[in-house]
């Protein structure tokens, strides 16, 4: 269970099935011997759009599970909801 | 034509069929609506993936490229290649 | 109003006095024409400490302003909140 | 010795010497107990400044002591300067 709409998977997926055709064409871009600088710009640009889906998906947990976990009283849940979020951030912005 | 050698041009496109596999199964992830968390964490890991793979080829790029252009004496195009290699940095780096 | 405790605020006083050192080092080093990489290495490592601070303000707002604010029925000010804290990760994380 | 102009170096300067002022903010921010998000913002801006003087260091860098070495024949020098440039940059780009 998780908190991303049933419209916003559909979309996630379509993002992400692009990455992975943006993910093949470097391997062709390496396997024919692309120009360096050309594979490393389609490399900034696939970091882009991974960056992207995450920033969706964590938009997604904070109005969702997050904000769903706070209204309830379970303190000890609500601080390991939040540490959880934390580590992933320290990750996440790194 | 590039400063990728023979043996490394396997090593990355192994990596890329690896990460290419990653994101196939964040899709799944996102489809079997797995948790936020948990899908994040996968992207941080693709994330990583990514970075490394572009290392490596940027590695290449200036033992390779950028160390043979500048040992000619045409200081336009050396100039221009550190151009491009700057612009490509200031968006690898942010 | 935040969300800082006090024996934190001291520490993060504390931090931002050492990074406000290193700034002024990093001058030093510019000033007396030190070797551009060691430079680097310096903002490098002033980068990591002002993330760090970050991180711990982030964390006090999670478990202080954010908790707090979804515990109240006010959805459009937890709406609201959330959006805020979403606009600033992703600068955060860019 | 390094590759930063004399002209560059004053301007290097006086961006240190506003983020330096920039840190000074933010103790004050935290002593007077601004909101979190406030404080977080200028730790984005602030980290951008950083990034900034790094980037213009990295391109005297590239310009000036790279641009050179690779000039002389010497190989072992060449090898390392790149090498050394290599592991800073997978510390500024992560």
Do not use: P, W
Request: with cysteine; aromatic share 2%; net charge negative.
């Amino acid at each position: 269970m998780n908190s991303i709409q049933a419209n916003e998977k559909k979309n996630l997926i379509l993002r992400l099935k692009r990455l992975e055709g943006q993910i093949r064409g470097l391997q062709r871009m390496v396997e024919e011997d692309k120009y360096c600088v050309d594979i490393l710009t389609q490399i900034v640009a696939a970091k882009g759009a991974l960056q992207k889906v995450g920033l969706k998906i964590l938009d997604d947990h904070m109005h969702g599970c997050v904000q769903r976990a706070m209204k309830e009283d379970d303190i000890e849940n609500n601080e390991e909801i939040i540490n959880e979020l934390m580590t992933l951030l320290a990750k996440f912005s790194s």
